[in-house]
């Protein structure tokens, strides 16, 4: 069974060499870390969405820079999926303060870049982020 495409976005937020990283809580990657992000609602635009779930996952208020790309996710674990996800450019308004885990979020930290390689990332992340600049070659 395939499961029809849903809208979702992710929010890549970088401050002083370190990616905004969740765990996801449950559902696809559950376990696994992530950008903060998720489906976008009924009647929200693709970067109120992406404001939205930064606050509802790291409780951080945001500024949308631009976009950054697109991801498709398509899979059965733990049902039916297909995502695809528009990542946007994201300034954390005040980074300093530490990100506080909530809604889908198991987790929510600073990552250092030089460190993300030791985290289990969903799939395609690292490439997403090394393709578009995010990370370097």
Known sequence: ???RPEVAVGAVAVHAERLLCI???HGPGAGRWSVPG???EPGE???EAVVRELAEETGYEGVVDGFLGHVERIGDDPAPYH???MDFAVTVLDPERMPRAGDDAAEAAW???ADLGDLPLVAGLHDFLTDHGVLAH
């Open 45 to 47: 635009t693709l970067r």
């Open 1 to 3: 069974m395939s499961a």
């Open 38 to 40: 998720g489906r976008v």
């Open 83 to 85: 995502f695809v996800i």
């Open 23 to 25: 765990r996801r809580g």
């Open 111 to 113: 990552v250092p870049f």
